[in-house]
């Protein structure tokens, strides 16, 4: 299972949906001329005068933002959007803002007024019309990605976030064949063919998923990442063994000691040795995961899977609990996940 560090990262799958292979772009060099606009300079007529501190609203929000007091950041903006209504830079904050407090509908809102005052970059778009997906209005989302791909069409992070709408709107064909045309036409860019066999597996063609991992293994034999996806598809499937091979294949090209792929090596090839009859080395494993990652829910689940096998029942039931409080549900889509629930768990074993 892919790395998961903490709450917000874990529940935030729509941010990595949105940000990821995205040009990234600063707030300050988007925000414009602090001088007022046309319609700003008609709403001045029922206020004294502009405030002599916008750069310094600007930098404090974005100061916020890095502290994560997004309160801060949205109470700066609506106050930039006082005077200058059609500045899209405080539009574009304001919605990062409502974005990393999950206010999706605000967030959307935010991001179309800045779209529609000037900040019409790709970026920009392609945020909305990820958005869009996770506030319902999936005929609109569908509709945005088409016309980006017009102008756009060999965007890889435009035609797998199309892919992955497509999927959400139950059109699984369809989906299939932009993720066949994703990885064919970027057969050297690993996370591409990735987030391809995502969407394959996501849609049922499991065959594809699979055959498009292992030769993306092969393709990439020194890369943990994706010699960790194929680990993945082993565990969802319940073939232990071979998630074993995958993981200690993984294992071996890791280079660094610390980090993601540590965190998932140990986790989860831990988990495969509590239930293949070596439940003490998984033990060890599993928390020397923790170690490097206390937040990862499952790792916490698979603890608990350990503990249970070394009949310490009352140590894996609060490793259960563990999980759930981590936030099991949410650190990833049911289609990713592997093995049994802890609250079924918790059901089964713990009074």
């Not at 319609?39 to 502009?50: D, E, F, G, K």
């Not at 019309?129 to 980006?148: C, K, W």
Request: net charge neutral; with cysteine; charged share 25%.
């Amino acid at each position: 299972m892919t790395f998961v560090l903490s709450r917000r990262v874990a529940t935030v799958a729509l941010a990595c949906a949105i940000y990821v292979a995205l040009t990234t772009s600063s707030v300050l060099a988007q925000k414009g001329s602090t001088k007022p606009s046309k319609s700003a300079a008609a709403t001045s007529q029922t206020v004294s005068s502009l405030p002599p501190d916008m750069d310094s609203l600007f930098i404090q929000a974005e100061a916020a933002m890095m502290a994560e007091n997004h309160a801060t950041t949205v109470r700066n903006m609506k106050e930039v959007l006082r005077f200058q209504p059609e500045n899209a830079g405080a539009h574009y904050l304001l919605y990062e803002a409502y974005l990393e407090t999950f206010e999706y509908e605000s967030a959307a809102q935010a991001l179309r007024a800045s779209i529609r005052h000037g900040n019409r970059t790709l970026n920009a778009q392609h945020r909305l019309a990820v958005l869009l997906r996770y506030t319902g209005e999936i005929d609109e989302s569908l509709t945005r990605h088409r016309q980006l791909l017009s102008d756009h069409p060999d965007n890889a992070m435009l035609r797998s976030s199309y892919a992955e709408t497509l999927a959400a709107a139950d059109r699984a064909e369809a989906a299939i064949d932009e993720a066949r045309i994703l990885a064919r036409m970027h057969p050297d860019r690993s996370m591409v063919r990735k987030r391809a066999v995502e969407i394959f597996w996501r849609t049922g063609a499991r065959d594809e998923a699979f055959d498009l991992a292992r030769e993306n293994a092969d393709h990439f034999p020194r890369d943990p990442i994706m010699i960790g996806q194929l680990a993945d598809l082993h565990l969802r499937t319940g073939n232990l063994e071979a998630a074993r091979s995958a993981l200690e294949q993984m294992q071996s090209v890791i280079r660094r000691k610390r980090g993601w792929a540590n965190v998932v090596v140990y986790a989860n090839l831990g988990y495969v040795k509590a239930k293949t009859g070596q439940p003490a080395e998984g033990l060890r494993m599993i928390r020397r995961s923790l170690e490097l990652s206390a937040e990862n829910p499952y790792a916490h689940r698979n603890l608990g899977v350990a503990l249970l096998a070394l009949d310490r029942r009352d140590e894996a039931c609060d490793a259960f609990r563990a999980a759930i409080d981590q936030n099991y549900d949410t650190a990833f889509p049911a289609s990713m996940q592997f093995g049994v629930h802890p609250a079924d768990l918790i059901k089964e074993h713990c009074p």
